[in-house]
């Protein structure tokens, strides 16, 4: 998450990792207000959609997960063993939590970056990623801003996870290949086919 936090009742304390070395760990959750972490079930989906287009392999891959939050879905991605996971946080809180979870959990490969997901995202130049996460806080159109900002950043072929309060259409040389609901959470994923 970044930025702005939305109050919301019964946010979990804790989520567990589903799948991979790391399976049934639990990630404790900072108690900011409207932190909302990516459900279980929601997860399961995304991730079974993922490994079915990259038959299960993450070894060479490399993970940005922009507005971190809980990092459930960059530790998610870190467990199944890719082979980086860059996390993005600007709240101190939740930046200490993420900070402690890798550090317990020995995540070499994960790196944390505190700042602005904007700022980060501007400043990042020869890096490239194959999986991008984006689960901004609701009631902004922060999607909309960093869309302009993934093709420098992402490979030919990689993958755009995205979490909303409503569906998003996006241009080619996004590709739409899965969606799903959950409650008032749209989540999708997208293709990126360089021209």
């Known amino acids: 998450m970044n930025t702005t936090y939305k109050k ?13 070395h790391l399976k049934r ?8 207000p409207g932190l909302r972490p990516t459900p279980d079930r929601v997860r399961e989906t995304v991730f079974n959609w993922i ?4 038959d299960s392999d993450y070894s060479n891959k490399s993970v940005l997960d922009l507005f971190a939050g809980t990092g459930a879905l960059g530790f998610e991605a870190a467990s199944r063993g890719a082979k980086h996971v860059q996390m993005v946080e600007n709240n101190p809180q939740a930046m200490l939590n993420l900070r402690q979870i890798r550090d317990k959990l020995n995540l070499q490969q994960v790196r944390i970056n505190n700042g602005d997901a904007m700022l980060v995202l501007k400043r990042m130049d020869a890096s490239r990623f194959d999986l991008v996460f984006l689960d901004p806080p609701f009631q902004k159109d ?3 801003e960093v869309l302009p900002y993934l093709p420098q950043i992402l490979k030919p072929g990689s993958l755009l996870y995205t979490e909303s309060e409503k569906k998003i259409t996006l241009s080619p040389p996004f590709k739409l290949m899965k969606e799903g ?10 293709q990126f086919n360089e021209v």
């Open 51 to 54: 490994n079915h287009l990259w």
């Open 8 to 20: 919301t009742s019964g946010t979990p304390h804790k989520v567990r990792i589903i799948g991979g």
């Open 142 to 144: 922060l999607i909309q």
């Open 25 to 32: 760990t639990i990630l404790p959750v900072a108690d900011v």
């Open 181 to 190: 609901k959950a409650g008032a959470v749209f989540f999708q994923l997208h």
